[in-house]
Structures are given as C-alpha cells and as structure tokens.
C-alpha cells in the first residue's frame, strides 16, 4: 500500500495515498489554501511538489483550471516557438504521436500535483465539497481508512459516475450502456454497428447459434450479438470490466443468452462466430484505464490471431474490429498485420470498412490530425485457411 507523507503545523503526517494512474506519492508535499495564488501553485506544481488542500473546495477547483491554463500556454508557446523555425523539418505521423503522449503525459502529472484529502467513508473534509461518496465507492470501492487522491482524479470519477448513470445510447441496440470507470466506453458507435450489420457465418445461423466475445469491455457487443439470436459467451480479465458488462447484460434482459466469465482471451470450446475488439494502438498503458487503449507490444492483438483457429468450428469466422490508425501514425504496418493473420492459418474472407464520425476526425487543431483524417475502421472477417 504506497503512503503519503507531509508534515503540517510541525507534526508528521501520514496517509494512504490513491492513484488509478499509477503516479507514486509525490515525496514532496506542501500544505496549501485559499491563499495560495496560481503562479505559485504552478511552479510548485512544474517543481514535483504536491499541494495538498486545506481550503475551500470549489476554490481548489478554480486553481485547477488556472494551472489548466498555464499548461496549455506553455504548450502554445512551444509549439509556436517550434513553428518559427524555417528550416525545421515538419515530424513525421510517429514522432508527432509520441511528441503528443509526452506531453500529454506532462500535463497529467503537473495537474495531478494538487491533492485532496478522503475520509474513510470517502467524504471530503473541506468546505463546500461535493458528496462524492457514491462516486468514489463505485470506483475504488470500500475504502476502510483515510486517504489522498488528486483532484483531477476526482473529478474524472464524479464525471464516470453521471456516465454510469445515464449511460450512452447505442442506436444498434436503441438502448443505453452504462460505463463503469475505468471501462471504456463504448462512444464511438461505428465499430458496433459493423458488428450489428455484417452477415453472419453459416454455422452462427444453425445448430447452437454460439458465439464468444474477447474482451468484453461493457458488454455492448455481447448484447448486440444476443439481440441478433445468438448465444454469447464473453470473456475479460478485469474485474471492473467484468462487473460491468454483467450489470448491463442485466439491465438489457439478457442474461439467459449471454454468460460473462473471467478469462485470458478464449473460453475453452469452439464456436462458429469469434469476436474480438482489440485495444487498437500498440504501446505501453500509462495507467490502468489506457489498457483499453494501448496494447503492449500488440499482445491481446496477436493472441487472438494466433489462437483463433483452434476455437473456430469448421466454417467459422472470426471477427477482428480493428482502427487502422496505427497504421497512419506509423505504429504498426498493414503488411506486419496481413503477415501476422496468415502466420495464424488464417485468410481474409471479406472485410467491412467504415469511417469514424467523432470531433477529434475533422478537428484540424489535433495533434494528430494528419493520421485521424485518414483513419478507418474495420471488421475483418477471418477464416481458417
């Protein structure tokens, strides 16, 4: 269990310290309040020095979004001071991407440097402060003893709870799945509809009509899978993940038609119809949300190639729904993924192509918008060769 140490009004202090990021506690803490102005905060902050709050919760807030500023201005300025360098070369899509994440993960860090004290129920001990225990106990659970977290991660949780509540629209299903935190959530809805739309396998319209779904996430393709008759057995490894999805498919009414199990990619058996939604980036996770993200070293990619056809029932299909984004950022090639399918003992039967439609894919200001513009995503029907 990592520890937060501080010393306040001359006495040592000690407290179990919170990060779903993965952030060790700041080895320098200082105690701040309403007094503390912006400028200092920052360059504490830019320092590695953590502010842990005493003052007036919303004030905390309004500090928060000054040093959001700051960042963002000194981004700005670097960018405009890269630009005004005539004869530098523009970066290629790659090292635009892991210019991006290195600041993006900068920016974490430094606003992750104002902290905000729990009580053991996860009530904050600070004036005007939220009741956010229902929020908290939905993402960390029981919590048994006082603790530090910062407020950006809060705030991310009070944000995932309103998700969970209303839940986001599936026009496949005409029904709402609801996210928990730190599962991803299933907002870009052109990957569910390829699965809702493309035919299905002779031997997914006969017989037991079975299907597995790898990675389940928040269950949203096991259900549009139920809803198109089949039996679905769904897989994950994470307990939240797991959770989740067996909430939704419950809420949905489906439970008869889909089991939800703890596994390591495939279920035990063959099935005629095998799904898999793959984290669509290879990288490394900076924190335990990014794994829906970032598959290190194209793990769970390449384990569902290699061990698809052994759970393929003859005639069978595959189904891989995959971005080709990492393909425009220069992360992987279109020939190392055809090499990895037929290295599997698998061909491609057909595939489905479809453009994505959210605001990052026409935002010229990203980043990253060279690569997002051209991006599409796929479902590549695989077969055993």
Known sequence: MAILEWHEGGVAHVARWRSESGWPA??????????????????????????????????????????????????????????????AAPASPTEAFHRHRLQQLQRARTLAMLLIPFGADHAIPLRRAPDARLACLEAYGVAGEPYVASLRELLGVIGAHEWRRKGVHIPALDERIHPWYGVFSPVRGEYVELVAQAPLPDGAKVGPRLAFDIG????????????????????????????????????????????????????????????CNPPWLPGKPSSAIEYAIYDPDSRMLRGFLDGLATHLEPGGEGWLILSDLAEHLGLRTREQLLGWIAAAGLEVAARHDTRPVHGKASDADDPLHAARSKEVTSLWRLRAA
């Open 216 to 275: 389940a996430g928040t269950g949203v393709l096991s259900a549009v899978l139920a809803r198109r008759g089949l039996r679905v057995l769904a897989t994950d490894m994470d307990a939240r993940a797991l959770g989740c999805a067996r909430e939704n498919i419950s809420r949905l009414g489906l439970v008869p038609q889909v089991d939800i199990i703890e596994a390591d990619l495939f279920p035990e058996g063959r099935a005629p119809l095998v799904v």
């Open 26 to 87: 700041p080895k320098k803490v200082v105690v701040a309040d309403d007094t503390m102005n912006a400028d200092t905060a920052y360059r504490l902050a830019l320092d590695g020095t953590a502010l842990l709050w005493r003052g007036d919760f919303q004030n905390a807030r309004q500090l928060l979004q000054a040093l959001v500023r700051r960042v963002e201005h000194k981004g700005e300025r670097a960018r405009r001071a890269k630009a005004s360098k005539v004869k």
